[in-house]
């Protein structure tokens, strides 16, 4: 049985993992026959749970959650692919609003379908382009978990094409370099198939490195 832990934790909420009980935990897993489960390296804020150098890690977390769970999972025999987040990351789209995907009008796009400026206040994760220098951001991510954990897989979330393609800067100077034609929504799907297979590609060359 594999099983998906969603950890999405706010940067507002405190004590993360506070009264962590790694027995516990793992005894909650075998109780309910459980041989494999996705645990989070980075979530949708773009929280890390485990003490990144490269992104930001969850202010109200004071221990290595990721680590702990995957020795103690380990002891138990239980397998522990590594979820992290790749087009929805909140932290990176406010820190970098040039990495964004964008629409025909040059604002966000959220994931509930809205549009959203820079003042708006509705509610769904801005999309990142894996087309822009986010994707190196993601990549050094991916390579300091495979370097530092025995991790039993990885479990890259949210890489896909946008409902109406990207806009931005990147995506736009690149379709004219292929013939695309930024107008034609079927020449930005295509186009974006090519971003999402891209992103996918260099992620899995990878962490293959270091976890064939």
């Known amino acids: 049985r594999q099983v998906h832990l969603d950890f999405h934790t706010s940067p507002l909420i405190t004590d993360v993992a506070a009264d962590f009980d790694a027995s516990a935990f793992v005894q909650t897993l075998k109780d309910a026959h459980v041989n494999s489960v996705n645990i989070f390296a980075k979530c949708h804020h773009g929280m ?20 702990e769970q995957i020795s103690a999972c380990h002891m138990a ?43 708006s206040l ?5 999309w990142l382009c894996p087309n822009t220098p986010y994707l190196d951001y993601i990549n ?26 990207c806009f931005c800067h990147y995506c736009m100077t690149e379709r004219e370099k292929l013939g695309l034609d930024s107008t034609k929504l079927d020449d930005r799907l295509k186009h974006f198939a090519m971003v999402v297979e891209r992103t996918m590609d260099r992620l899995v060359t990878t962490v293959r490195r270091y976890r064939p």
């Open 122 to 126: 509705e509610p769904g994760w801005k």
């Open 48 to 67: 890390a749970y485990y003490p990144s150098k490269v992104g930001p890690v969850h202010p109200g977390l004071k221990i290595d959650l990721l680590g």
């Open 140 to 165: 050094a991510q991916a390579e300091e978990v495979a370097r530092n954990y025995d991790v039993d897989g990885f479990w890259f979330d949210i890489n896909l094409t946008p409902p109406n393609g």
């Open 77 to 119: 025999d239980i397998l522990t692919p590594v979820y992290m987040t790749v087009m929805w990351d909140q932290y990176a789209a406010e820190q970098h609003a040039d990495w964004r995907v964008l629409d025909e009008n040059g604002a966000s796009i959220l994931q509930n379908g809205a549009v959203g400026g820079a003042a």
